[in-house]
């Protein structure tokens, strides 16, 4: 199962969607969708995770990524699963980025 | 991408071997899958574990292989083994150690976003989830071990009696690894060191402090070890504070809260900025009831010390009186080892006051003289000595101190000092040099020990003795004519009794070719093994059975071997001095 990268930018805030697996072998497109919609130094990062149905640290490491090259970005999680509710919490990473169940508008 | 497609067998699937890179990711979490499914896992356990695999195996690939420049495959295979599922990972890359890898600590965690390292996380995302993660590594492989417990760990049914049987064993490993590592050191120091880490550990407790009763002031408990308190001394009094109260009553004490508890003495935490909670103190026993000391341990971690914590901990103080006696016991005999050699020294030191090197005196052709000394222990009371006084006359002592070993040996060294210097001092008359010795010896002498001693002086030219006796054995003269003589004792006190004794002299004829034979009690009280003594009388014989013309060493030695033979088996218990006087006459010069 591959990962599908859905990506739209507007003035400042940029959305993408992510449909299927992100793991080591997918990550590293979805990095490069990253460093390419914050170009535009949106205000925030709309992740839209609920068909994202895995994510290893590899998907940890892009949120890392996204907060270094940006460290004012506020990045929001859009109804993850459950497991990657958990691995959010286990690593602590749950109250660094926002988990929210409705898509928030542009600001 | 390529898969092989995961097939039953059994309770176990067959291996799937994929090439280490980045697309074997997938097909490895689908054959996961499978397994994890026909074992039962629900869903969340079912992630967790595909979480923890696929972390691996993008270590695998990515750190054994990639980066470090090689090839090879990854293979995945899942065993169901009834209580738990192992899914076993096997590649030949580069050796990586999960739990040797460093997981992001707490302060890493609440670090910002942005400001946190990257790593560990996977490895903390795969030890999370599951229960076991193995890791070997050889020179041909590298294998993880992934192990999910399939059976929940405590049955509903009887759950108290499982967590018993566990905590017990788990307690019975604990002893016997304690024991074993106890027993593996028997240097007191370091014992003591390794029993506050053992006793810490054990007890899953954040600090622990020895305490061994003071063996000169028995009732002070000594803590010579303080885990992060460094080597400093803690004393602690018999009834005082906690450890103190535990020595005294020999019972355990187990506070929930130290700072509500009287006994217990804040300044320690003070001084150490250790916080005490809990704390449980125990006596240290050995198998013969007496009390060694006491261990405390502190802050039982995330709860208070329980009754079992302090069944527990007595059962390891078993173990730590055994190994504290062991060491003790090593510590003696190096100690007795030390004190062996500084005898050794001692002796060579006392035998280097004496003249021992014969032929002695070979300027003067009047004499020939022997001497021999055998003390009981390393160092003794006898002493000899002989010295010329001027060209013309020879002065000679034997003596005798009232005890053996260290004391009677500084006695005896007083006592030759004072005597040659005395001598050599005022050499007219041998009465006043006794008389001197023994005022001398008389007004240094605290122990109230004393020393039976006879000395003469010896004309060169005519063989005439002048000679004063301070409670000694009478002297033998073995004749050129034939026969023994027992010279006359003409009477005085020991030394070191009554300052202002008066010694009268005595004198005798030396014959050329007569010897003078002195000794010490050592040889008319050798023993032998029915409790008989030697004797002036067998001296007399033994001396009789020399030959007249025989040298002073020969005389000597036929003496020793007499005693020897008498003596048999029994052991020496007196100190031994012999010294033998030959005069052969006036010389012609």
Known sequence: MALDIKSTVDANTARIALSGVLDGSTASRLRETVDKVLTGKPAQLILQVEQLSFMASAGLRIIIFAKQKQPNLKIYLVKPQPTIMDTLHKTGFFDEVYITDVEPASA | ?589
Not at chain 2, 131 to 138: A, F, N, P, Q
Not at chain 2, 405 to 419: D, E, K, S, V
Not at chain 2, 454 to 463: E, H, P, Y
């Open chain 2, 1 to 589: 991408m390529s898969s092989l497609p995961a097939r039953k067998t059994g309770t176990n699937m067959c291996a799937l071997t994929l090439p280490g890179n980045l697309d074997a990711l997938s097909p490895i979490r689908d054959y996961v899958k499978t397994a994890a499914n026909t074992a039962g896992l629900d869903h969340t356990a079912t992630y967790k574990l595909l979480l923890a695999v696929d972390e691996i195996a993008t270590n695998v690939v990515v750190h054994g292989y990639e980066e470090a420049g090689l090839q090879g495959d990854i293979s995945i295979a899942a065993k169901n083994e009834g209580n738990r599922l192992v899914i076993e990972m096997l590649d030949h890359g580069k050796s990586y150690d999960p739990n040797s890898h460093q997981m992001p600590d707490d302060q890493g965690m609440l670090q910002d976003l942005s400001e946190r390292p990257i790593g560990g996380l996977g490895i903390m995302l795969a030890k999370d989830g599951v229960d076991d993660l193995e890791y070997h590594s050889s020179e041909s492989e590298n294998v993880h071990r992934f192990i999910v417990h399939l059976t929940p760990p405590a049955k509903p049914a009887n759950p108290v009696w499982e967590q018993a049987v566990s905590d017990d064993q788990r307690k019975l490993k604990v002893l016997l690894r304690i024991s074993k590592s106890l027993g593996c050191e028997v240097r007191l120091d370091p014992l003591l060191q390794l029993i506050v880490e053992e006793v810490t550990t054990a007890m899953e407790a954040e600090r622990s402090t020895l305490f061994l009763v003071d063996r000169r002031k028995p009732d002070q408990l000594v803590s010579r070890v303080a885990e992060g308190l460094g080597s400093k001394e803690i004393r602690v009094l018999f009834g005082i504070g906690i450890a103190g109260t535990t020595a005294q009553t020999r019972q355990v004490i187990n506070i929930p809260d130290a700072y509500k508890d009287p006994r217990f003495n804040p300044a320690f935490d003070k001084l150490s900025g250790f916080r005490t909670r809990s704390i449980l103190s125990t006596p240290i026993i050995d198998q013969t009831g007496v009390l060694i000391g006491v261990v405390e341990v502190m802050n039982r971690k995330g709860r208070a010390f329980t009754e079992d914590d302090e069944q527990f901990l007595e059962a390891i103080c078993v173990d730590i009186a055994l190994a504290l006696k062991r060491a003790e016991m090593v510590d003696a005999y190096l100690q007795s080892q030390i004190l062996t050699t500084s005898l050794e020294l001692a002796r060579e030191i006392q035998m280097g006051l004496l003249p021992k090197d014969f032929p002695a005196l070979p300027e003067l052709k009047e004499v020939d003289i022997h001497a021999t000394i055998i003390p009981t222990f390393e160092v003794g009371g006898d002493l000899y000595d002989f010295f010329p006084l001027d060209k013309d006359r020879l002065c000679f002592v034997i003596g005798d101190v009232s005890d053996k070993g260290i004391p009677a040996a500084l006695f005896m060294a007083m006592t030759r000092t004072a005597f040659k210097m005395s001598a050599l001092a005022a050499p007219e008359s041998i009465g006043h040099t006794m008389a001197r010795v023994n005022r001398f010896l008389c007004d240094s002498n605290p122990q109230q020990m004393f020393v039976t001693a006879l000395a003469g002086i010896l004309d060169l030219k005519t063989g005439r003795v002048e000679y004063a006796d301070a409670g000694h054995e009478p002297p033998f003269i073995l004749q050129a004519a034939g026969g023994v003589l027992k010279v006359d004792k003409v009477g005085g006190l020991v030394l070191g009794f009554i300052r202002d004794e008066e010694f009268r002299t005595g004198s005798m004829q030396l014959n050329p070719g007569d010897t003078l034979v002195l000794y010490t009690d050592g040889v008319t009280e050798a023993m032998n093994v029915k409790h008989e003594l030697f004797g002036a009388d067998a001296i007399e014989k033994t001396l009789s059975l020399t030959g007249q013309t025989a040298a002073s060493q020969t005389i000597i030695q036929g003496l020793l071997e007499g005693m020897r033979v008498f003596v048999g088996e029994a052991e020496q218990h007196d100190d031994i001095a012999i010294l033998a006087i030959r005069y052969l006459g006036p010389s012609n010069n």
